[in-house]
């Protein structure tokens, strides 16, 4: 018999690319929760401790915050993203009209 891992998006988090378009592709999807998952995946492909320490925050409430159940303070976002040097950026819409 086969054996089969769950797919865990971390495993494919490997550089500053592929963690902006993964990052990307959940903010464009207009889902707070999924957003906030996105963010806990890449926390967790730099390692949740570290991610936690430099934002200030305890490993257990990071875990919390960004496992998609709970809503995190925009605060709390933006200290996790600093803490992993990410940056988010403004930009128009595709379908904005000239």
């Given at each position: 018999?086969?054996?089969?891992?769950?797919?865990d998006a971390a495993e494919y988090?490997?550089?500053?690319?592929?963690?902006?378009?993964?990052?990307?592709?959940?903010?464009?999807?207009?889902?707070?929760?999924?957003?906030?998952?996105?963010?806990?995946?890449v926390a967790r492909a730099k390692g949740m401790g570290e991610?936690?320490?430099?934002?200030?925050?305890?490993?257990?409430?990071?875990?919390?915050?960004?496992?998609?159940?709970?809503?995190?303070?925009?605060?709390?976002?933006?200290?996790?993203?600093?803490?992993?040097?990410?940056?988010?950026?403004?930009?128009?819409?595709?379908?904005?009209?000239?």
């Amino acid at each position: 018999m086969t054996k089969i891992k769950p797919y865990d998006a971390a495993e494919y988090l490997d550089s500053p690319e592929t963690i902006a378009a993964y990052i990307t592709e959940a903010l464009e999807s207009g889902d707070p929760s999924l957003v906030a998952m996105a963010i806990g995946t890449v926390a967790r492909a730099k390692g949740m401790g570290e991610v936690a320490e430099k934002a200030g925050l305890s490993r257990e409430n990071l875990y919390r915050s960004l496992g998609g159940e709970a809503k995190p303070e925009f605060g709390t976002i933006l200290k996790v993203l600093q803490a992993m040097e990410i940056s988010l950026i403004a930009q128009p819409t595709q379908n904005q009209a000239a």
